[in-house]
């Protein structure tokens, strides 16, 4: 520390700080203009002259970030008014900074893209019975996202208890939209699965007994998203050229065959069968 005295008084300052305190301190002396930031100050020791403060180690003029200054404040000590850890929160003046390319595993916010937790994907409705088309060819099921993002099934595996197993191979993304449907199915062919718009055909690997069966979805990870099991002997009803709907309020039991409903209007394009492919349930 230097002691000065001048004709006014005396006055003890570090040296970094030396004219800038002199010439803010004295009495009678005007506030000088010192620019955004004209040196470094430490967590507010020294003090800033009047008209500037101390932002994490920087002295900046009242109401301008530290970044304004043309110096980058010491991070050891981080403060929320450092722009790296604002998050993109608007500065006084009025700018957004930018994150810091040094810490990017600190600061990396979520993208909307980027789904938040576990795929929320549930069987919604099948077909196991049609009427007016071949079974070979008019079997189809569906599957609803209940999340609020896109989430790509390719790569996941539709397949029963037994010997059934197909690995969904779109040659690309296959992408249920948000809180959207999305139809698979033996045929592709309109004309010979009874007017069915499907996404994705599965072929003859999969199929959906009248009496029991299960339905089985498990991503590419090997862990099982949803899964159906039905049987006429434990209460279920396997409708002739209908399909069998979740209900609205279904619960998480999805083996329940009260939580599930007979579709009771042919979908448009239909050959007569009824159901609602790719469309919320209609019972």
Known sequence: MIRFVTHCRTVVVPPIVLIVALLSALPGCPAPDLGDA???????????PEGYECRGKV????????????????????????????EG???????????DQAHPADQKLPSPDQPQGPAQIQISEFMANPYMPLESDGEWLELHNLG???V????????????????????GALLIPAAGYVVLGRSKDQAANGGVAVSYAYGSAFNLSNTADEIVLVNKTGTVIDSV???????WTIPDGSSLSLKKNAGSNH??????????????????DEGTPGQPPGC
């Open 38 to 48: 004209p040196f470094l100050c430490n967590n507010g020791e020294p003090r800033c």
């Open 59 to 86: 002295c900046v003029r009242e109401g301008l970030g530290a970044a304004d200054s043309g110096l980058v404040a010491d991070r050891s000590e981080p403060s929320l008014d450092t722009p790296w850890l604002s």
């Open 89 to 99: 929160r608007p500065q006084p003046d009025g700018r957004t900074p930018q994150l």
């Open 148 to 150: 609020a993002q896109a």
């Open 152 to 171: 790509d099934i390719n790569g996941w595996t539709l397949k029963d208890k037994g010997v059934d197993s197909h690995v969904i191979n779109a040659g």
């Open 229 to 235: 099991s039905y049987a006429t002997s434990s209460g």
């Open 255 to 272: 083996n329940d065959p009260t939580s599930w409903c007979r579709e009771t209007w042919p979908w448009p394009g239909s050959d007569g």
